[in-house]
C-alpha cells in the first residue's frame, strides 16, 4: 500500500519560531509538494520539488521555504511563524509523468499563536 | 492560466438520494480533468479522471462524472449516496503539457440519515 507520512498531526508553535514539517513517501516518486488547505480557499501549492535538491516555487511561497536532501523526504520551513500561517498543510508525492495524479498525506494542522 | 469553480460550498443529501456535485473549468489549452475526496481527519485521494477518450468517467465507490467541453463541465454524480460517502469532494484540472493542478474550493457533501 502506497504511503506519504507527516511528522506531526498537529503542531502548536509561537510566532517567531522555526518551524519544520516533514513528509516522507515509500512510492520512489520523483515528484513531491506541499500545500497549504484552508476553509472557502481549497489547496493551494506552496512548493514544488521534480528531484532532489530541485524546487519551483508555487503559488504561494512567501514566508516558506522547502529542503529536499533526499528522495523521499520533503520538508517545509517557516523561518519565523506568523499567525496567518495558521493552516492545514499538506503534503503529496507523484511520479515523474503523472504529476497531476498525486498521494496524499494526512495533514499537519499548525496553530500559531 | 487555469481555474476551477465549485459553486456549491455545502450539499447537504438524504441517504439513498442522488447527488451531483457540480465543476466548471476554464482554460486556454487542452486539460485533464479530476476529482478527489477527503474523507473527515484524512488527506485527499483520488477519485476519478479524466484524460482522454470516453466523457463518462467511472471512479471509485460507485462515483462517476461526466466531461461536457462545450460546456466547460465536469460534474460528479452518484445515484444513491451512503453516509460512507460524508467527505470533501475537489474538483481539479491540469494542462496537458504543465500538468499543474489547479483544485477549486471543495464541496462538502453531507448525508442525511
Known amino acids: 500500500d502506497v504511503k506519504v507520512t507527516q511528522s506531526s498531526r498537529y503542531l502548536v508553535k509561537r510566532t517567531g519560531e522555526k518551524v519544520f514539517l516533514e513528509c516522507v513517501q515509500d512510492m520512489d516518486h520523483e515528484n513531491m509538494f506541499w500545500y497549504r488547505q484552508d476553509p472557502g480557499l481549497g489547496l493551494r501549492l506552496i512548493y514544488f520539488?521534480?528531484?532532489?535538491?530541485?524546487?519551483e516555487k508555487g503559488d504561494i511561497p512567501e514566508g516558506y521555504s522547502v529542503s529536499r536532501e533526499k528522495k523521499e523526504r520533503f520538508s517545509l520551513i517557516l523561518e519565523s511563524a506568523s499567525t496567518n500561517q495558521t493552516s492545514m498543510y499538506l503534503c503529496?508525492?507523484?511520479?515523474?509523468?503523472?504529476?497531476?495524479?498525486?498521494?496524499f498525506g494526512p495533514g499537519t494542522r499548525l496553530t500559531v499563536t | 492560466a487555469q481555474s476551477v469553480t465549485q459553486l456549491d460550498s455545502q450539499v447537504p443529501v438524504f441517504e439513498e438520494a442522488p447527488v451531483e456535485l457540480r465543476c466548471n473549468y476554464s482554460?486556454?489549452?487542452?486539460?485533464?480533468l479530476f476529482w478527489y475526496v477527503q474523507y473527515p481527519n484524512q488527506g485527499l485521494q483520488l477519485l476519478l479522471k479524466?484524460?482522454?477518450?470516453?466523457?463518462l468517467v467511472k471512479g471509485i465507490n460507485g462515483f462517476e462524472a461526466e466531461f461536457n467541453k462545450s460546456q466547460t463541465s465536469f460534474h460528479l454524480r452518484k445515484p444513491s449516496v451512503h453516509i460512507s460517502d460524508t467527505a470533501e469532494y475537489f474538483c481539479?484540472?491540469?494542462?496537458?503539457?504543465?500538468?499543474?493542478?489547479?483544485f477549486g474550493t471543495g464541496t462538502r457533501l453531507t448525508i442525511i440519515p
Open positions: 503529496a508525492s507523484s511520479r515523474e509523468g503523472r504529476r497531476y495524479e498525486q498521494y
Open positions: 520539488s521534480y528531484d532532489v535538491k530541485m524546487k
Open positions: 479524466y484524460l482522454s477518450g470516453s466523457t
Open positions: 481539479a484540472v491540469s494542462g496537458r503539457i504543465n500538468e499543474k493542478l489547479t
Open positions: 482554460s486556454s489549452v487542452s486539460v485533464y
